[in-house]
């Protein structure tokens, strides 16, 4: 029994080992624009030889951080990438503020992916991210093979744009951290019932200090991108279901159940339609689930790892 038992296990298939998990990496590229140069930031986890990449895209005024508890648990499948839009986090302000806007989000996000020298990833885009998302999956040769879209889809409704306008780049100069994070979970308030610890660590990366005499704390992002996004109040809903019906690869759509920008009709006939995308409502969420939840995280690497 011995010998056979042994024998055995000489012949057992061998189990691959799991990537090992790094730490955050802290990177950058540079990019081109209309009017220049600029640099733009970008946060990488995992197994920096691991060819199954996920990008993370963020929303209007959010940046890269965000996906800091989404990127920790994919990182051991994949090398997780997850940009600051430039304007925001630790990427360059623009000298031109009207460059802001997605010709050239769309540009930089070409960039960076070839400096990852990748063919194909998964992209994971929460509003904002996820319309840049649509832009350069709706393309022939598109180097997106699956997504997931975060609370946006096709349809981007007037009244969550009247919403979102008054506070871009309007933010007062806080004190103190606390004054900060209160602002940000007034503001934010949409995102759910998170936990304190996930509340300040939204604020530590959606802050920095002000130098001078009066100190205190400003917004990360540059405030001028509230004057480029109030140039064109919206006054009616942004169709962009001609982008989404060229979208080809699988697609995850989420929603959160209050959510003033993705309708729930929206998000039915995104699953009919175009890429015919798989659905998942969260409750007690409104714009947009922040993928810091188990359960969102849960489904989110699910869909992922069956590409």
């Not at 590229?29 to 209309?34: D, L, R, S, T």
């Amino acid at each position: 029994m011995t010998f056979l038992s042994d024998l055995s296990r000489v012949f057992e298939p061998p189990v691959p080992p799991r990537r090992p998990r790094h730490g955050i990496r802290e990177r950058e590229v540079q990019c081109m624009g209309p009017h220049g140069l600029h640099r733009m930031a970008y946060a990488e986890w995992g197994d920096a030889d691991n060819p199954r990449v996920v990008l993370c895209a963020h929303g209007l005024t959010r940046n890269g951080r965000d996906f800091d508890d989404l990127a920790q648990v994919l990182a051991d499948d994949f090398r997780v990438v997850c940009p600051d839009v430039v304007g925001r986090g630790r990427s360059d302000w623009l000298g031109v503020k009207s460059d802001y806007g997605f010709p050239l989000y769309v540009a930089d996000m070409i960039t960076l992916i070839a400096r990852l020298d990748v063919k194909q990833l998964s992209w994971v885009g929460t509003s904002m991210g996820g319309i840049i998302g649509m832009l350069i999956a709706s393309q022939p040769h598109t180097p997106i093979a699956r997504m997931v879209l975060n609370d946006v889809g096709p349809v981007i409704t007037a009244v969550s744009l009247q919403r979102i306008g008054p506070y871009v780049g309007t933010a007062p100069r806080f004190a103190s951290m606390d004054e900060a994070e209160a602002y940000i979970r007034l503001v934010s308030a949409p995102f759910g019932p998170l936990t304190g610890a996930q509340w300040r660590h939204l604020t530590n990366y959606s802050v920095r200090p002000v130098g001078g005499p009066d100190g205190g704390f400003a917004m990360i992002y540059d405030p001028a991108l509230g004057e480029v996004f109030r140039a064109q109040p919206a006054t009616e809903d942004i169709d962009l279901w001609p982008v989404y019906e060229r979208i080809s690869c699988p697609v995850l759509a989420l929603r959160g159940a209050e959510s003033d920008l993705l309708e729930r009709s929206t998000l039915e006939a995104m699953a009919t339609r175009g890429p015919c995308a798989s659905t998942v409502e969260f409750e007690g969420v409104g714009h947009a689930p922040m993928l810091m939840d188990p359960a969102q995280i849960t489904v989110v690497r699910d869909f992922l790892l069956a590409g």
